[in-house]
């Protein structure tokens, strides 16, 4: 019997061994899949040549996406957020206990991001490639109370109309009526006129109606007066093209050929809008490089962003700090973020980057500086 409780306890601790590596994971938190996160995409910016992610500005480029002002779809009811918004909301349910992250799924997302090479971080949308979507896993049951989908286990959070916060709902089912703008369907399902029906694969020659149903090195490719299109690989560099989106992330359709961006990396390049147009009669504009905290000066040259309150502006202030370049003043000037509150005009205004329209008993809609949590976003 005592050799029997020695066997057993050493089992037992070899279980606790194993255990601690489980609890390592465990730990893994919002935080640290966005540290991740962050860091993975840079890595993959600076391996395409030309890009604007390079050795020398690699270490500013994760704050730089963090704080970008750039909007895309994904914040309440299909409105447009920016990163830190997700981020912060992400945080904040994780913080509440409405949700985890998933690191087995989170390493599925490091890998897709690692693949690519886009030439521009920005244009690379965490919740647009699966992988990614995936790691948040939802906690909330059907008709809890919640701020995004997120949050919900098998379900979606509802907040039709003016609804904030909304609540859990379950997805419709395969082949079940339902409609488009109310309704979600299962996972791999899309709400068609006939139901719930199971969506493409999204692989080579597979159908689609937008880039979204394809895969994620893929676009769909619609033949012009067709309802429906296929399918296709993007395109490498100097490949022919037509639009952008036949394009590898990070590539524009220039003069019919997938191109590098055209950016600037250099103090005092020429930047801004070109003398002479490309073969369609466009403009051509050279920017300068955001990640080496540039930006372009009334006199059409490159220039540091200026890092100190009052320093005049023409685009930005550096991304390290809490600054914004107040446009609305006659002497365009780097002036400190608002806090929440305060009146704005734009998202890049305010110490939470969210500026939201709300209602005045006086004044009547006015646009302050607010926590991003039940406002609409200010597209303006």
């Known amino acids: 019997m005592k050799r029997l409780c020695l066997i057993l306890i050493f089992a037992v601790s070899l279980a606790s061994c194993g255990g601690d590596s489980k609890s390592e994971s465990a730990d893994m938190n919002m935080k640290n899949f966005f540290d991740k996160y962050l860091e993975t995409l840079?890595?993959?910016?600076?391996?395409?040549?030309?890009?604007?992610?390079?050795?020398?500005?690699?270490?500013?480029?994760?704050?730089?996406?963090?704080?970008?002002p750039k909007p895309f779809e994904g914040f309440h009811k299909g409105e447009n957020a920016?990163?830190?918004?997700?981020?912060?909301?992400?945080?904040?349910a994780e913080e509440n206990g409405w949700l985890s992250v998933d690191m087995v799924q989170a390493e599925?997302?490091?890998?897709?991001?690692s693949q690519m090479e886009p030439c521009n971080p920005l244009d690379v949308q965490l919740l647009d490639i699966p992988e990614c979507a995936?790691?948040?896993?939802?906690?909330?049951?059907?008709?809890?109370?919640?701020?995004?989908?997120?949050?919900?286990k098998n379900g979606w959070c509802d907040m039709r109309g003016s609804a904030c916060p909304g609540f859990c709902v379950d997805y419709k089912q395969a082949d079940q009526a339902c409609t488009a703008s109310l309704d979600k369907c299962i996972?791999?399902?899309?709400?068609?006129s006939s139901g719930c029906s199971k969506s493409s694969s999204g692989g080579v020659n597979e159908p689609c109606v937008n880039n979204s149903d394809c895969t994620t090195f893929l676009f769909c490719y619609i033949k012009e007066g067709d309802t429906y299109g296929t399918c296709l690989k993007r395109k490498g560099e100097n490949e022919a093209c037509s639009v952008a989106d036949e394009c590898v992330v990070g590539l524009s359709c220039v003069d019919h050929l997938c191109s590098r961006s055209r950016i600037s990396d250099?103090?005092?390049?020429?930047?801004?809008?070109?003398?002479?147009?490309d073969e369609?009669?466009?403009?051509?504009?050279?920017?300068?490089n955001r990640f080496s905290k540039l930006e372009c000066g009334s006199s059409n040259v490159c220039q540091k962003m200026p890092n100190a309150q009052n320093l005049p502006c023409s685009e930005f202030c550096d991304t390290d700090t809490e600054l914004y370049c107040n446009l609305s003043d006659p002497m365009p000037s780097c002036q400190m973020k608002k806090n929440a509150g305060l009146p704005c005009t734009k998202n890049e205004e305010c110490a939470s980057f969210y500026c939201a329209k709300v209602s005045d008993v006086e004044t009547g809609e006015v646009y302050v500086c607010q926590e991003p949590q039940c406002l609409p976003i200010n597209e303006e």
Not at 58 to 68: E, L, R, Y
């Open 42 to 68: 840079c890595e993959a910016s600076s391996n395409c040549p030309s890009g604007l992610v390079n050795a020398e500005n690699i270490s500013f480029c994760p704050k730089a996406v963090k704080n970008s």
């Open 82 to 92: 920016v990163f830190r918004h997700k981020y912060e909301m992400l945080n904040r």
């Open 108 to 113: 599925q997302c490091f890998a897709i991001i």
């Open 134 to 152: 995936n790691v948040f896993q939802g906690k909330l049951n059907l008709r809890d109370k919640c701020y995004q989908d997120e949050e919900c």
């Open 187 to 192: 996972p791999g399902y899309e709400c068609r």
């Open 266 to 277: 250099k103090i005092g390049a020429l930047c801004g809008v070109q003398p002479e147009q």
């Open 280 to 288: 369609d009669g466009n403009d051509i504009v050279i920017e300068c």
